[in-house]
């Protein structure tokens, strides 16, 4: 047996033997080691106590408890804990004791197993009266690093938190190491000079925090106090260290730092007023943006002074937000005016939230004014905006075709503009002034043409020249010509579209007996140059159905924006499929009536959305409104009929129908 086993063995019987009961416990909870006195204060043998798990042994209600303490154990939160815990004896009966645990970690920092220590609040026992025992009790049960060191540095002793944080399995296997032995050189080298000057000078080292880099690369962190250890006639012998690990709180130091750099850093950037007060709620110290926007020193802002600042109708509102969040601890939000310092009122978003204590208290307000004014007027505007273009439409009830006569107005515009920059471009390039050059040079020879002609070069080939020249002013005139014609075509048909919304335009509020037939191709019409732009094929089944008596404006809107939903619906899918457009015209089957169906093969409706798309403000196009849909099934039902929705899901199609009445309601409010 070595030196090191015989010592192994000797320090295992001490614990086994010492006075005050204590265990070892697994992560788990279950027994690793318990030594006599806890045996003797349950009243179990050693083998019989091993076979049960710390909750065995602990009363029922104090079990919720220890679990919590062992979590925040494992997860670092607290590096022990102590408490009077009721632990159940093997009788039955109860023990009160005083408990205490604290966490051994491996080099690695991950849990190794628990150290505990129970004493009996009255019955401290007198074996602890001698100096040894008490030091052999602080060594095995303190979680702080203790170690004794000679005047060489090297460790003579060292307690078992100290162990199991370098790694070793005993106590014993630190002597005669130093620390070169666990850290790199430069820490060590560090450590060293101040431990001889330490010894050397008898000054002790008190909370020193230090940064250890391990020889594996890791960094942590601890707070270390030396003194000079001494003999009995005072001289010095070597050192006495107790360290803590701080590692956790040195990281959340650094975040704190961090996280109070960018605060300042955000708050310097921003152009928003962000400003702080204390649980109270008033100014109690220095706000620099604030007094910046207002022009008002900290004087005049302290307190609730800063209400002077806005204006006098938004005081009462501002005062009872704040209030009110400040007696529920809730988000402070309000809006209000306050004067800037050129002494014009800004619109102001004001939001604040409590930070809040572990136990629950306000530690303070941390709150920031957003300048909102040129939002709020930028509302405003559109707010009038939309009231104008809502009373227009319904004024006018035409808002749907006209927005479809200027998209194809529009269309119409852009190949009349290709045209004439065609045009204009082969003029400019067109070789018409060779024909001056060509007259200009006969002239110049009009004397001897015939000698020009027949012996000068220039001459000679002159008229292969001209007959190439007409070919290509030839080959222009017929390019610009077609050009020209394509100019008349679209120019005629931006005056049918226009003589078509003018048509419909002056029959506002007027019932007429109309062909359904015609309704719905004067609609494809307004539509005609996006269906051929996008290659759309329309089928049209059509029965033969008497005339309606109706508003056909309004019809129109409906079948306008019906086509052209069903266009966008082909658009947005599957380029790779033929793009189809069915428009359907049929009997009702219950009153006499009319059934305009608009039928697509495009993107199709979810189910979920089917009973919305009918609904104000609904859409799922990015750049729709979700106006039309819903005004067609207004002005359908104020024309007696219906629209209505049908579709078997994304990728499937849609399928539309008008219904209407042969003849209008009674009541067409209805």
């Known amino acids: 047996m070595s030196e090191n086993d015989g010592d192994r063995i000797q320090l295992q019987d001490s614990f086994f033997h010492a006075p005050v009961a204590s265990a070892w416990l697994a992560p788990d909870g279950a027994m690793l080691q318990v030594n006599m006195a806890l045996c003797r204060l349950l009243g179990y043998s050693e083998q019989a106590l091993l076979a049960l798990r710390m909750e065995d042994i602990t009363h029922s209600g104090d079990q919720r408890t220890a679990m919590e303490e062992v979590k925040q154990l494992l997860s670092g939160e607290i590096h022990s804990s102590d408490g009077e815990r009721c632990l159940v004896h093997s009788d039955g009966s109860e023990v009160v004791v005083w408990l205490s645990v604290s ?65 070793l399995t005993h106590p014993d296997e630190a002597i005669g190491k130093t620390v070169a032995d666990f850290f790199d050189q430069k820490h060590a080298r560090k450590a060293l000079m101040q431990e001889r000057e330490l010894m050397t000078t ?25 003194v000079a250890r001494r003999d009995g006639q005072g001289r010095i012998i070597g050192l006495i260290g107790i360290s803590r690990d701080i590692t956790e709180r040195k990281l959340i130091e650094q975040k704190l730092r961090y996280n109070e750099q960018r605060y300042r850093s955000l708050v310097e950037a921003t152009s928003s007023i962000v400003w702080i007060t204390p649980a109270s709620g008033e100014f109690e110290s220095a ?56 002494g014009v009122y800004r619109s102001m978003s004001a939001r604040a939230i409590p930070i809040v204590a572990e136990d629950g208290a306000i530690v303070e307000w941390v709150g920031i004014q957003t300048d909102i004014t040129d939002r709020k007027n930028a509302e405003m505007e559109k707010a009038r905006l939309n009231e104008e273009l809502m009373d227009l439409s319904r004024r006018a009830g035409m808002s749907e075709v006209a927005t479809s006569v200027l998209h194809n107005v529009g269309n119409v515009l852009n190949s009349v503009n290709i045209s004439c920059s065609v045009i204009s471009e082969k003029v400019r390039r067109s070789r018409i002034d060779s024909v001056a050059k060509i007259a200009a040079l ?113 019809v129109l809107q409906i079948l306008v924006n019906l086509i052209r939903n069903a266009k966008h619906a082909l658009t947005d899918g599957d380029n790779s499929c033929p793009r189809t457009l069915t ?44 106006f039309g849909l819903h005004s067609g099934a207004v002005t359908a039902s104020q024309l007696g009929g219906t629209l209505t929705a049908h579709s078997d899901g994304p990728g499937n199609g849609a399928v539309f129908t008008l219904e209407l009445p042969a003849q209008p309601p009674a009541d067409p409010a209805r």
């Open 103 to 167: 966490l051994a970690r491996d080099i690695s920092g991950a849990p190794r197993h628990f150290i505990a220590h129970f004493q009996q609040p009255t019955a401290f026992s007198p074996e602890l009266s001698s100096g040894r025992d008490l030091l052999d009790s602080l060594m095995a049960t303190s979680p702080d690093h203790i170690y004794f060191k000679d005047l060489e540095s090297r460790f003579v002793q060292v307690n078992h938190a100290k162990a199991w944080r370098h790694g």
């Open 202 to 226: 008898g000054r002790p080292m008190l909370d020193r925090e230090e940064r250890l880099t391990w020889l594996d690369g890791h960094i942590s962190w601890a707070s270390s106090t030396k």
């Open 287 to 342: 706000q620099p943006g604030w007094s910046a926007f207002t022009g008002e020193p900290y004087e005049k802002i302290c307190g609730w002074g800063w209400l002077d600042t806005l204006h006098p109708d938004d005081r009462e509102e501002t005062v009872r937000a704040w209030s009110q969040a400040l007696e529920r601890s809730t988000v402070y939000q309000v809006e209000h005016r306050v004067l800037r310092h050129d």
């Open 442 to 554: 006969l002239q110049e020879r009009e004397g001897d043409l015939a000698a020009f002609l027949n012996d000068d070069p220039q001459g000679q080939r002159l008229p292969h020249f001209m007959a190439t020249l007409a070919l290509r002013l030839a080959d222009e005139q017929k390019d610009v010509l077609e050009e020209v014609e394509l100019l008349d075509r679209n120019i005629d048909h931006i005056s049918q579209i226009v003589s078509l919304q003018q048509s419909y335009g002056n029959v506002g509020g007027v019932e007429e007996t109309v062909s359904i037939k015609d309704l719905v191709e004067d609609a494809l019409r307004m539509n005609t140059i996006a269906m051929s732009r996008h290659q759309i094929e329309v089928r049209r089944e059509y029965e033969k159905i008497p005339g309606i008596q109706t508003e056909k404006h309004k």
């Open 583 to 626: 428009l359907r015209i049929a009997p009702t089957s219950q009153q006499p009536g009319v059934l305009v169906s608009v039928i697509d093969n495009g993107i199709g409706i979810a189910a979920q959305d089917l009973t919305r798309v009918f609904a104000h403000g609904f859409t799922t196009r990015p750049e729709g409104h979700g």
